[in-house]
């Protein structure tokens, strides 16, 4: 995809810099204009590959085959230097509102696209908030994971006997952070709703991750 509104910052992707992970992110930001001004600042010293506006149209920042500096400090699946394994993707939203229903459109064609093209599955698709909890809350409680899931662009998991909730996020990618950051990254993916202490709906759902795996390196060759 030729870029629409080239931003300067980005970099080389270090090591192996294979996309293994796409992160999703809101722009925590009143509009897209903002959003894009910010994303093509030099003295901001951030970005992402693509941007989609509440409309749905879409806009394409930085080439895939770089890094761009969306993620920042945070792990997945034992891996830190997530911006060089990844894709980042914001979505215009100031973080207090739903996701319109023609941006979560555009949002299903990109990752569609995205995991095609770059053989994921769809646990590789993961929030800034997931890979960074005791630091970013986005995309929020009010992103409709669920959805992504029931079109195979992610996973949603089916409850089981619960189980060590903490070591449960850890098989699954979540990084070591806090207890009660961990818990509130995993309720504001999978119970939004939730309140209160951890309890045993929190963990039979942690257990059901258990069944997926994300592969941080990519596919093989």
């Not at 809101?26 to 693509?50: F, G, I, N």
């Not at 992610?154 to 207890?179: K, N, Q």
């Not at 951890?198 to 390196?217: E, K, P, T, W």
Request: charged share 25%; net charge negative; glycine share 10%.
């Amino acid at each position: 995809m030729s870029l629409t509104h080239p931003s300067p910052n980005f970099g080389e992707r270090r090591g192996a810099g294979q996309v293994g992970l796409v992160v999703v992110h809101y722009t925590a930001m009143a509009t897209c204009a903002e959003a894009v001004a910010r994303l093509c600042d030099p003295l901001a010293e951030v970005s992402a590959h693509y941007l989609i506006d509440e409309d749905g149209t879409l806009l394409a920042l930085v080439d895939e085959g770089a890094r761009a500096w969306h993620a920042g400090a945070g792990s997945w699946a034992g891996a830190a230097d997530v911006n060089s394994r990844s894709i980042g993707i914001e979505l215009a939203n100031p973080g207090d509102r739903p996701f319109p229903e023609r941006q979560m459109a555009a949002l299903e064609r990109l990752l569609s696209d995205i995991l095609h093209r770059h053989r994921l599955p769809p646990q590789a698709v993961i929030g800034h908030s997931d890979m960074a909890p005791d630091r970013k809350g986005d995309p929020g409680p009010r992103f409709d994971w669920r959805r992504l899931a029931l079109s195979g662009l992610s996973v949603w998991p089916v409850p089981v006997t619960p189980g060590d909730f903490f070591a449960d996020l850890r098989a699954f990618g979540y990084p070591e952070a806090p207890e009660d950051a961990l818990l509130t990254a995993f309720r504001l993916r999978f119970r939004p709703w939730a309140s209160g202490p951890l309890d045993d709906s929190d963990r039979a759902l942690a257990a059901g991750l258990r069944r997926f795996a994300v592969d941080v390196d990519g596919p093989p060759p």
